[in-house]
């Protein structure tokens, strides 16, 4: 039966948080996502996708950015075209990072913290960074796959501890 496997095709990836206490600077949570090659799937991102951007293929897409958490649902939400990822690619890596201005903050910082990646109408997980309250960005998802076969999804929060930028570069690094 594994010929029917499709594996994953598009993907959403959603992030939702609370405006800040009356008083405080807004907290910034920011989706990223980090596409690898095949021949070198823990080196250097090919590209990343972050608020500004787009994948150069248009596989990857930002749809909404929020900067302080203000409004209905999920604030952040990204979609993953898997499926028309071009075959070169056998990995992504999305994350979540923190702005870190004015103010240093992690996650036990942030009001409400959300997440959810679902494909289609199912939900593949959700999380609330409980586990990585202490971190200042988190890996949130893997994709893989070898060859041109269907893509795997590979949930798990791990949290990690630094500046967005160093996030960006190392995020699909190997974890020990």
């Keep these: 039966m594994n010929g029917l496997n499709k594996g994953m095709r598009k993907v959403e990836v959603a992030v939702r948080w609370d405006p800040s206490p009356a008083g405080q600077a807004p907290t910034d949570l920011d989706l990223l996502a980090a596409t690898y090659l095949a021949s070198d799937p823990y080196g250097d991102p090919v590209y990343v996708v972050h608020h500004g951007s787009r994948a150069p293929d248009g596989t990857i897409t930002l749809n909404r950015d929020s900067k302080d958490g203000q409004g209905f ?14 075959a070169r690619y056998a990995r992504v890596v999305v994350g979540v990072a923190i702005q870190q ?3 240093l903050r992690d996650f036990g910082s942030v009001t409400n913290p959300g997440l959810r990646i679902r494909e289609g109408y199912t939900v593949l997980t959700q999380d609330d960074f409980g586990g990585v309250l202490g971190a200042t960005a988190a890996t949130v998802a893997e994709f893989v796959r070898d060859g041109s076969g269907p893509w795997e999804f590979r949930p798990g929060v791990h949290g990690f501890d630094g500046d967005p930028a160093s996030f960006a570069r190392t995020m699909g690094a190997a974890r020990r």
Excluded: Q, S
């Excluded at 649902?73 to 071009?86: A, C, Q």
């Design 101 to 103: 201005h004015p103010a």
């Design 73 to 86: 649902g999920y604030d952040e939400v990204m979609t993953l075209e898997l499926d028309r990822l071009d």
